[in-house]
Nanobody
Framework: VQLQASGGGLVQAGGSLRLSCTAS????????MGWFRQAPGKERGFLAS????????YYTDSVKGRFTISRDNAKNTLYLQMNNLKPEDTAVYSC??????????????????WGQGTQVTVSS
């Protein structure tokens, strides 16, 4: 499977963005998925994950209540709705496929098929 993230851009603090991650291939609906981000000089960090059907989601504490992960299997697309953005949310955002285990996994090494990320910049 190949993944491509899009929807990033420049936004003021307090604003919103919706990121999309489009997958090629016919097996997207069978994968649990995750969103990560990486700021300059920092390691890639987990944001949110979702199970194959969309019925289960998991978030890191720093984005709970502000970010929402969702998916549309008919469109082979994963989403990340981001509200009340803060300057510290500035990073490159990427999506990935969970290689195995439950969708509660948060380590980057548990995910694969990383797509090209999309830059999100939040100005103060």
């Amino acid at each position: 499977v190949q993944l491509q993230a899009s929807g990033g851009g420049l936004v003021q603090a307090g604003g919103s963005l919706r990121l999309s991650c489009t997958a090629s291939g016919r097996t997207f609906s069978s994968y649990d998925m995750g969103w990560f981000r990486q700021a300059p000089g920092k390691e890639r960090g987990f944001l949110a994950s979702i199970n194959w059907s969309g019925s289960g989601t998991y978030y890191t504490d720093s984005v709970k209540g502000r970010f929402t992960i969702s998916r549309d299997n008919a469109k082979n697309t994963l989403y990340l709705q981001m509200n009340n953005l803060k300057p510290e949310d500035t990073a490159v955002y990427s999506c990935a496929v969970l290689r195995g285990g439950t969708y509660y996994r948060t380590r980057a090494q548990d995910y694969g098929y990383w797509g090209q990320g999309t830059q999100v910049t939040v100005s103060s």
